[in-house]
């Protein structure tokens, strides 16, 4: 099978190799797909720069979901299930032409889905549900912000927040971007072309604040955040865009901790203020059936008209490094599918 591969940490476009690796084994509980495509994440972005703890050692095959068919299944899997056509969550590896995964991970679309709004329901989808159903659930009245609006995660979030009747403020980095969150019901927009989020984020509140931030920046940001947010309400970080794209080894990346500042329990408790870290990761590592929960929540909620996640694109699979490196420079709006 043909599988990019990742040889080197540093620019998209000259990290990866396209190789001819073997499919991988098939084990018990598990089923395997012959991969339609794969989606981009901004955590691969991440890993390629070799900011991303987990990933696998070099040489390895990356990527987080995989739509495809199943051709084979592992033992204790019902056979029936081959030939269907799935969306399925990897723990790396889907940057392949077959992969094989834990069949809770798995679930069946329709034949005629478009591959990209499959694949912006698996990991960046199952991020969003995840933080708005399970780690702080969403309420009507709440006031809601969400930086990165625009991309996979984001959009989904404002989507989220404006069907449950939050009052949503999407943060972007241009007008082209706010023009598009606005259409999806983000009642107010921040342009961060245009200045400061955070003293545009006070001049809109005024005495007022924000129940949550859905945060994947963090860096600087976060202290902004956490000055936004009010009593009762939680800063939701869920990655690390600000350490991304800056050269400097160790010492950016204690800048970029630095920056975020150091937090005492005890003035939490005393602000009534959460900080909430999400890894999916970690979580479907220790809580596979709730993993498994999101995928499904979001496919259904997906199903019934609630959701519909923009696709920046679906690109043969042969340009992944130059859409990689689009996404990492946020060139990118909504989900990015490559096709084999």
């Given at each position: ?47 390629v720069?070799g ?7 070099l ?7 995989v739509?495809?068919?199943?051709d ?13 056509r799935?969306l ?15 069949l ?14 499959a ?45 449950r ?50 945060n ?18 939680a ?7 600000a ?47 709730l ?18 996640p ?8 042969e340009e992944?490094?130059r ?18």
């Amino acid at each position: 099978m043909k599988a990019w591969t990742l040889i080197k940490n540093g620019d998209p476009l000259h990290a990866f190799a396209l190789r001819e690796l073997e499919a991988p084994a098939l084990k018990p509980g598990n089923v395997r797909i012959a991969c339609e495509g794969f989606g981009l994440n901004y955590a691969d972005a991440m890993a390629v720069a070799g900011l991303y703890r987990e990933a696998p050692p070099l040489p390895s095959v990356i990527g987080y979901e995989v739509v495809g068919r199943i051709d084979a299944c592992g033992e204790g899997v019902a056979t029936e299930l081959k030939g269907k056509r799935v969306l399925s969550l990897t723990r790396f590896g889907g940057y392949a032409q077959q992969v094989v995964v834990d069949l809770r991970g798995v679930i069946p679309i329709p034949d005629d889905m478009p591959i990209g709004e499959a694949l912006a329901l698996g990991t960046q989808g199952s991020t969003a549900w995840y933080m708005a159903t399970y780690a702080f659930p969403l309420m009507k009245g709440q006031r809601v912000l969400v930086h990165s609006a625009a991309g996979g995660v984001g959009q989904l979030l404002v989507q989220i927040a404006v069907q449950r009747g939050c009052e949503v403020c999407a943060v972007v980095g241009n007008k082209t971007k706010a023009d598009h969150v606005r259409s999806m019901g983000a009642q107010h927009v921040i342009d961060r072309s245009l200045g400061d989020y955070a003293i545009q984020a006070r001049k809109l509140l005024g005495k007022s604040r924000f129940d949550v931030s859905f945060n994947p920046v963090a860096g600087a940001t976060f202290k902004k955040d956490m000055a936004l947010v009010g009593s009762g309400g939680a800063v939701v970080l869920f990655g690390g865009a600000a350490r991304s794209g800056k050269s400097g080894g160790i010492f950016a990346t204690l800048k970029f901790v630095w920056d975020m500042g150091m937090l005492l329990p005890i003035g939490l408790m005393m602000r009534s203020k959460s900080v909430i870290g999400i890894n999916m990761l970690k979580l479907g590592d220790h809580r596979p059936d709730l993993m498994s929960r999101c995928l499904h929540e979001i496919v259904q909620a997906y199903g019934q008209g609630v959701l519909r996640p923009h696709v920046h694109g679906a690109v043969r699979a042969e340009e992944l490094p130059r859409m990689l490196s689009e996404l990492a420079a946020g060139r990118t709006m909504g989900k990015v599918a490559m096709v084999w």
